[in-house]
């Protein structure tokens, strides 16, 4: 039976999540680090279910970073693969899942047959609005203020803003999150305790809960536990 609204534990709004520890998963079982993104892809597809399910409205994955391009041609290959054929699933169950995606990252850097696929599963899922996924694709923070620096000056120079009367809100239209709430809570399982360059911008009052569990491990459990964290932690910041 379907919980109620009143029933139904209280969810931050917008979760994002440092998907971390595909590698050493695989290691562990003496597997090639492939195998460990493919089962960290499984756990996507379980935690975004769970998201779904429990009210979360916005989800923000860190899936590959402007970093990770220093890995190997084969790990590499083997993450675009998976991205692939993840999209295409994506766009096969669009009408069943109800999820809407967007990507933050510089997509220019993909192959041109996955930036496609990227900007048909965005088009197309724009309709739906159970739970909005945002993907992050060459995703650096780093990077994604430049990108938006960038676009600002261009309209400054076009005349269409002007460069003294910029303030925070209006930056936040020039980033890849633009119209998206902040995360009031960032996940980052493997036991790493670090953001590794995500959503720098957008985390400024985010909590943080570090777990130690790797991605491909994690389960709706885990999800609850970093809530109940979340929960218990007295968010009280800027003011008194
Ligand atoms: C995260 O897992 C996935 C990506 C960065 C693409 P890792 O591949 O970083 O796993 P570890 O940190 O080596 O275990
Ligand atoms: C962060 O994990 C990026 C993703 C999960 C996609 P990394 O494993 O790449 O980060 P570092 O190298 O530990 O900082
Ligand atoms: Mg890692």
Request: hydrophobic share 35%.
């Amino acid at each position: 039976m379907a919980l109620s609204e009143d029933e139904k534990m209280p969810v931050p709004q917008h979760i994002a999540i440092i998907m971390d520890g595909n590698g050493r998963w695989a290691k562990n079982r003496g597997l090639p680090r492939t195998a460990g993104h493919k089962a960290g892809g499984e756990t996507f597809r379980r935690i975004a279910n769970y998201c779904r399910e429990i009210g979360v409205k916005y989800l923000t994955v860190y899936a590959f970073s402007t970093e990770n391009w220093k890995r190997s041609t084969e790990e590499i290959g083997g993450i675009m693969l998976l991205l692939e054929r993840y999209l295409k699933e994506a766009l096969r169950d669009m009408e069943k899942n109800g999820v809407c995606f967007r990507f933050f990252g510089d997509l220019s850097r993909l192959s041109p047959k996955l930036r496609k696929l990227c900007e048909d599963t965005e088009a197309r899922s724009s309709q739906y609005h159970e739970v909005q996924v945002n993907f992050c694709l060459n995703y650096g923070g780093r990077d994604e203020i430049i990108r938006a620096a960038r676009a600002f000056a261009a309209d400054v120079a076009a005349g269409k803003r002007s460069a003294d009367s910029l303030t925070e809100l209006e930056f936040e239209n020039y980033l890849d999150s633009a119209g998206v709430p902040d995360p009031e809570l960032v996940i980052r399982p493997s036991g790493e305790q670090r953001t590794s360059n995500f959503l720098p911008w957008q985390s400024a009052y985010s909590e943080f809960v570090f777990m130690n569990v790797l991605w491909p491990d994690f389960m709706p459990e885990h999800l609850d536990e970093a809530i109940a964290e979340f929960y218990r932690r007295n968010r009280r910041f800027g003011g008194a």
